[in-house]
Each structure stands twice: as C-alpha cells, then as structure tokens.
C-alpha cells in the first residue's frame, strides 16, 4: 500500500478539529467522576401523626437527592403546637388542633401534620398545690376578673387577701363587729365583685347579723387597692331567719345578665313537705334574682318569672331548695349549678341550661322531694318539679358542697368540666352536663383533702380552688 503524508498545512482543518473533539470525548469516558447527586427535597416520616394532649411522638427526616436515591440527612427540627428536640421527638400542648412539624437542611425544608387531641377528664392526672393555711376558718374564694389576687372569706367576718405567695396582714375588710358566727351555719357567707369592680370598685358580701337575719351589704375599695372602704357599707336587704342557727345558705354569683343572685334556705323548719320550700310568698328556701345597679337598696327585674302575681314575691328566681349553701353560673355558656344540701339520706345537685331559662321559675322539689324520693310521704305529686341531674345516699357523706364548671387556661381538658364535693368526705366529683343530664362522672381520689370541704372558689382566670375548714387553701392542678 502506498501512503502519502501531506505537508501540515495541507492537511483539513476539519480533520484536525474532530480529532480533539474525539480526544477529549475519550479522555473524560476515563477520568472523569459523575456528577454528585445533590439534596431536592426533606422527608419527614410519618407524613402524618396523631397524638393526645401533653404526649409525645417521634419523627425522623431523610434526604431525597437528584437521582432519587435517599440519604440521611442533617436538619433543624420546629414545631408548632408543641416542642420538638433535635433529635425529632415531638411533645404535644394542652391545645387540640391541627399543627406543623418541620425539618430543615440547609435551604432545603420538609414538613409533616400532627394533630393534638384533647383529652378526656379521666385521662389526665390532677393534683392539689398547696396554697396556704394562714387563715381562719375560711367559708369562700373569689377574685376580681383577670386579678392575680385571691379574696378569702373568713367566717367570723373578714376579707383576707392572699397577694404574691402570702397572705397580706391587713385584712381587706373586717366585719367582726357585725357578723354573729358562734352556732350552726352562721357567720360570713360569701361576696362577689361587681361586673364594673375596675371602674367603680363596688362589691357585695352576704352574712348573717347579729340579730340572726340573712344581709346582703355593698362596700366599696378604698384609694389603696388592698383595703376596702369600711364607712362605704350599704344595707341592701334584710331577711329574717326563723330562731334556729342553720340552713341559711347566702352564695353569691353575679349572672351573665348583669343581676346578682344570692341564696337562702329554708330555715331549718323542715317538717313540711308543703311549707317553706314550695312557698312562693317568702323569699327563705329561693335563689334571688335582683338589680343592684344603683347606689342603695335594689330593685327587682321586670323579667323575674313571678313578678306581678302577688302575693308571690317578685325577687324569687328559682324555688324548691333547702339549703342551696352554693351555687354557680358556668363562666362560658350561663348554665346554672346548684348543689343543695339534703335532710336525711339524700345530696343533690341540680342543673339548669342556660338556653332553657338558666333556673328561671324552677321548683326543684324541696320539701316534696329530697333528691328523686319522696320525703315524709309514701307517694307524692311529681309534676311540675325538676330532679336533680347528680343525687346520693349519705354515709360516709353527708352535706354537698357545689362548685364550678372548669373554664381556666390550664387544663384544656377539663374545659366544661364541674366540680363538687362533699363536707363529710371530702373528695371532690365531677361531671359534664350535656342535654340537660350529667355525663362522663369521675372521682377524683387525688383530689381528696384532710380537712372538711366547705366551698370550692374561681380566681381572676377561672382556676378553681378548694377551701377546707381547717386544713387550708388548694389549687387544683395538672400532673
């Protein structure tokens, strides 16, 4: 064969350029590493995670790169609804709903949904913190709305203030002087703060005098905000109460319509099924429905049910009640509670639906009835009575002590939650109201106090609190 080389500037350029191209097309074939895969995307497992209130779950992230594959990966955990570690280990709030979880690498973010559950009064443990014991003989709590104070009712006659972890030495206000507690059930019963207590400073307390007769009395806050105005006493109403030492009851609850509503027993004359309790004619064995707006006295509100059908009294608001010693309207939605102290065998609270009338011309049965039984008869004329919707036998307990709905911050799920208790055994109960009927009805053994349970009370944001004779003040508290 015969081969004839070309002078170099003979040759095609186009020759000369395709073979670079081809050298260097077999040169990266030997030498040159593939493009590393790079991060696309965060994975968070599971997608997706349901857990109760206060628990805990945990979630892990993976890397996604460019060519699909996975790889573990390093993120920064968030969380909404809770807390996260680094690790991923998720711990819910006390709030249900529906909440983000997210892990992040660099620029690069994924994110999975958890939903908090709220859970049921028998799945979260309570306890008691202790408050304190600094107190006489305490009957009631209170405090004005969104007050970090507490307002203790002494029975002898004194508001003591408990104020950033003591109780102040000067009393809010004294009425010893006044207040005849020395037999039975007499003494200082409770007071509640005016709706306008910011603006106006006025309060109410309901006692029993000297002379033995129920008072509800206004007072008005002094120029310092931990002592009340002694001279600014007004006498609002006066009842008398027959010559025994007991069943006077005397709560106190502002409603949510603006009136004031108090209490009073019967008088401790009970031998007749058809006496004092289904009377209408006097204002003993009632709850009261009264307008306290203007500087003395009160007026009674046109809407009261028995106004106008003398010789009915026109203040009574419900009637049927014994010894209805306390009483409360749920802080949300208006319902009525009332725990109402039995005779012989049986304690009852009684509950009214705000969107029924709230207790509004109610006969509650008393002394027709003790509870769902009839008393001092072997039948009796149930129609036209409303039972009690919570009822039991005495021995070891004896005397009911009402309480509050739970509406506070701190436990979500005892929200719509109420509480009693009893003065002989003092663990408290609980239950919900739902169709008018109580529901889901729980004891609370790590609720029990040693001392005699004489009132439970609410502060500024709707905690509750227990207040023991002798053994002194409790929070009720999450575990």
């Known amino acids: 064969m015969r081969v004839t080389f070309l002078p170099t500037a003979a040759r095609p350029l ?72 680094s690790t991923g280990n998720y711990t819910a709030g006390n709030t249900a709903g529906t909440y983000e979880v997210s892990a992040t690498s660099g620029n690069i973010s994924g994110s999975a949904a958890v939903t908090v559950t709220a859970l049921a009064p028998g799945d979260i443990a309570l306890g008691l913190d202790f408050i304190t014991s600094d107190l006489t003989y305490p009957t009631f709590l209170t405090a004005p709305a969104g007050d970090s104070r507490l307002f203790v009712v002494e029975r002898a006659g004194r508001i003591r203030i408990y104020k950033a972890g003591a109780v102040l030495p000067t009393p809010f206000l004294d009425m010893t002087a006044l207040v005849k507690s020395d037999a039975g059930e007499q003494g200082f019963a409770a007071m509640a703060f005016d709706p306008q207590y910011a603006t106006n400073g006025r309060f109410f307390v309901s006692y029993v005098d000297l002379a033995g007769n129920s008072v509800l009395a206004s007072y008005t806050v002094s120029g310092n905000a931990d002592v009340a105005n002694a001279a600014s006493r007004v006498e609002r109403l006066n009842v008398p109460h027959p010559p025994t030492a007991y069943h006077y009851a005397g709560a106190l609850q502002f409603g949510p319509d603006g009136y004031l509503y108090m209490s009073l027993g019967d008088g401790g004359e009970s031998t007749d099924p058809n006496g004092r309790g289904q009377s209408l004619e006097d204002l003993l064995g009632n709850i009261l429905r009264i307008d306290v707006s203007g500087a003395a006295g009160y007026t009674v509100p046109a809407s009261n049910p028995f106004v106008g059908n003398a010789p009915a009294r ?31 065998t049986r304690e009852e609270i009684d509950a009214s639906p705000a969107a029924g009338g709230g207790g509004r011309g109610v006969n509650y049965g008393w002394a027709t009835m003790e509870g769902s039984t009839c008393y001092l008869a072997a039948t009796c004329n149930q129609a036209g009575l409303t039972l009690p919707v919570v009822e039991y036998a005495h021995d070891p307990r004896c005397a009911v002590t009402g309480g509050y709905v739970y509406r506070g911050p701190a436990i979500p799920a005892l929200q719509g ?29 790590t609720l029990e106090v040693s001392g005699n349970v004489v009132s439970f009370g609410e502060d500024g944001v709707g905690e509750l609190y227990i207040v023991t004779a002798g053994a002194g003040i409790y929070r009720i508290a999450p575990r």
């Open 314 to 344: 026109g203040e009574i608001w419900a009637y049927g009640l014994r010894n209805p010693w306390r009483f409360s309207f749920d802080r949300d939605n208006g319902d009525l509670y009332i725990g109402d102290v039995g005779q012989d």
């Open 14 to 85: 186009f020759s000369i350029a395709l073979l670079a191209v081809v050298l260097v097309a077999c040169s990266g074939d030997e030498n040159t590493p593939p493009p590393t895969p790079t991060l696309t995307a965060v994975e968070v497992s599971p997608p997706a995670a349901t857990v109760q209130a206060g628990g805990s779950t945990a979630f892990s992230a993976t890397g996604r790169l460019s060519d699909n594959s996975t790889s573990a990966v390093t993120v920064i955990w968030a969380a909404t609804g809770g807390t996260i570690s």
């Open 417 to 445: 939650t109420y509480f009693y208790s009893d003065y002989c055994r003092s663990q408290p109960h609980s239950f919900r109201l739902s169709g008018g009927a109580a529901t889901d009805q729980r004891d609370w053994p």
